[in-house]
């Protein structure tokens, strides 16, 4: 009985501690998720654009994600390198670890992007995806997907990866199951009663997750990737668009700092995890922003399809024209030419004028 009661107590004060992190936080960051969710009702859905260039978007945004995600923990390969690794050319000049952990991070974020939707955030999930992480990784093989043993601190690293200092200090490794069984309880009821903004609740998991660290290595990697898997899970769906942990690697000495910052707060009187808080809710919001933009008529061609592109530049040039005329000019089946139209439409690159078959149609 008295083990039962302790359990309480450790998730009550768990779910006080947020409570109190959540009444400090200011009003800015409250007008920052604002901003984040009036980009999100901007963005066109996958449904409403060409499966091709959704596709084409997504395979540019796991290259960059793995090399950019690699990169924060030490690894010297570019985007070019992944992208040729990616594509079974043996890459000579880099170690075999470098390569091992770009292939299993390549692989998993891949998984998380086509299979989000039937995935159940859980500690099995976690410790599997830390299993898939290091697969190819022959030196992690002892200690996939399985808590750590002994102790570990968290590192700040250098362009060379080379530590330059000690961030904090990270949770024991006998209260770390523990910890991460009440934290991920804890995500999944708060984020299924919907009380708080999902935003808020996901940034608390990451800084608590890394905060605890509880697995030998992959523990950033890791993080990252449960990033776009719970912001993809609360509706934020460009996430696969926009690489996440590229506008972390270039804001990688704040990303430093407002872990620092917030974690060293964590466990004492008054805890403040603002400026993790801030950090995190600037990259959404510029994932959001980047995300828009590829909408706007300037990067255009960059979500259209080749027959979507050719109708595009054929009513650019003609400025005004009809279904027919552009079916005849671009020698493009007609009820492609009416899909593109629709598309078009939808993205308010153009504007019907009249019905019917005399409808036509003109650049805004």
Known sequence: MPKNTNKTTEKLTFSDNFSKRIEQIPSFIVSKIAKIDELKGQWITGARLSPQVLGRLKRSVLITSTGASTRIEGSRLSDEDIEKLMKGISIQKFTNRDKQEAQGYYELLENVFNSWKNLRFNESLIKHFHLELLKHVEKDEKH??????????????????????????????????????????????????????????????????????????????????????????????????????????????????????????MGVKSENITDWLNFFLDMVLRQSQMAVELLSKENIEKILSEKQLAVWQYITEAKETSTGDIAKNTKIARPTVKQTLEVLLKLKKIERVGLGRSARYKIL
């Open 144 to 265: 996939r997907g399985e808590y750590k043993k002994g102790e570990n601190k968290v590192h700040m690293l250098n362009e060379a990866g080379q530590s330059v200092d000690i961030l904090f200090d990270t949770s024991p490794a006998y209260l770390t199951p523990a910890q991460m069984r009440d934290l991920v309880e804890w995500t999944q009821k708060t984020l299924t009663e919907n009380k708080y903004h999902p935003l808020l609740v996901i940034g608390n998991f990451l800084v608590e997750f890394l905060k605890i660290h509880p697995f030998t290595d992959g523990n950033g990697r890791l993080s990252r990737v449960l990033t776009n898997l719970l912001l993809l899970q609360a509706g934020y769906l460009y996430i696969p668009y926009v690489s996440h942990e590229k506008l972390i690697e270039d804001n990688k000495p704040d990303y430093y700092i407002a872990l620092r910052r917030s974690q060293k707060s």
